[in-house]
């Protein structure tokens, strides 16, 4: 079993930058493919971005150049740099673990998930 745990959410304006944090349990946290999910309000739950193991990265189009997905697996943690920041990225923001197969972009295929952190961009 996996927990994951996210933090660094909050109330910021349109430009500003956050850094959103993710720790996980578990013994084998290097070995998984983790991702970063969010979900506005009436919306379904989107991709953000993922990082593989050896860290390949991979972005949602909304978010390439502005958000940079890492990890150090010496802290279990993975990591979002969320730069230039606009309105249209309030959300909740999961961390989502273990990939299980099909589209890395689909949170439905990730085992792990968090409970999330909120991220609200003010105009």
């Known amino acids: 079993q996996v927990q994951l745990v996210e933090s660094g959410g909050g109330l910021v304006q349109t430009g500003d930058s956050l850094l959103l944090s993710c720790a996980a349990s578990?013994?084998?946290?290097?070995?998984?493919?983790m991702a970063w999910f969010r979900q506005a309000p009436g919306k379904e739950r989107e991709f953000v971005a993922s990082?593989?193991?050896?860290?390949?990265?991979d972005y949602a189009d909304s978010v390439k150049g502005r958000f940079t997905i890492s990890r150090d697996n010496a802290k279990n943690t993975v990591y979002l740099q969320m730069n230039s920041l606009k309105p249209e990225d309030t959300a909740v923001y999961f961390c989502?673990?273990?990939?299980?197969?099909?589209?890395?972009?689909?949170?439905?295929?990730?085992?792990?998930w968090g409970q999330g952190t909120q991220v609200t961009v003010s105009s």
């Open positions: 578990g013994r084998t946290f290097s070995g998984y493919i």
């Open positions: 990082i593989s193991a050896n860290g390949y990265t």
């Open positions: 989502q673990a273990d990939w299980k197969g099909g589209s890395r972009r689909s949170p439905n295929n990730y085992r792990y």
